[in-house]
């Protein structure tokens, strides 16, 4: 059937108590439904006392594994030029922000840096988004992917998702407390050989 994926702009942070207060209903109101979240933080913002606030507070334990943060606009850094790449002192302090969102937030997922200008760091955030997925949401997600993103890293993370997607299938098949002995025999018999061939069909259907 037709594969697609859905994006969600949730509003951001900051802007008055209680519009905090109303954003803070929504999120949690939206969190259990989301695959991922891009937490995305300017690279030139120095304000993150409510982002560090509303993480804790309101992700929290329970959902921090969907988070990723990303640095945005990384051409902006300092000090910035307006060129056609980033300087290595851009780099460099790109990395201490990378430093400072970790210990900020000690997330779950690597931090990643992106400038959409330069068309910086957007095949590692793609590779990162990949990884931090169900393992049910990769195929998807990469069939919906611009050609260049899908690199060798994000095709066979997909792959192998896949596979262990259909294994769990017949895991849970086996474990139906009505399937007879020998059917169940015959299912854990076969799982890894359907687990291969799957993966091996990938490029089938995706």
């Not at 307006?82 to 002192?89: D, I």
């Not at 992106?114 to 069939?143: D, F, N, Y």
């Not at 299938?169 to 018999?189: E, G």
Request: net charge neutral; with cysteine; charged share 20%.
């Amino acid at each position: 059937g037709d594969r697609y994926i859905t994006l969600m702009d949730l509003p951001g942070v900051g802007e008055s108590g209680a519009r905090d207060t109303e954003y803070a209903a929504l999120y949690r109101e939206q969190l259990p439904r989301l695959d991922l979240v891009l937490w995305l933080i300017k690279a030139d913002d120095r304000a993150l006392t409510v982002d560090e606030h509303f993480y804790h507070q309101v992700i929290g334990e329970v959902y921090r594994h969907k988070v990723l943060f990303v640095i945005s606009q990384s051409d902006k850094a300092e000090p910035t030029s307006g060129g056609g790449q980033l300087s290595t002192a851009q780099k460099q302090n790109i990395s201490r922000k990378i430093c400072l969102l970790h210990e900020l937030f000690q997330p779950v997922h690597p931090v990643c840096a992106v400038s959409v200008r330069l068309q910086w760091g957007l095949k590692v955030m793609a590779e990162r988004m990949i990884k931090c997925l169900p393992r049910e949401a990769t195929s998807p997600v990469v069939s919906q992917l611009h050609p260049s993103f899908r690199t060798t890293v994000v095709r066979e993370q997909a792959r192998s998702d896949f596979g262990e997607t259909v294994g769990a299938v017949l895991d849970s098949i086996s474990a139906f407390p009505l399937i007879p002995a020998p059917v169940r025999a015959v299912i854990q018999a076969v799982r890894t050989t359907v687990v291969s061939v799957a993966r091996a069909v990938w490029d089938f259907f995706f």
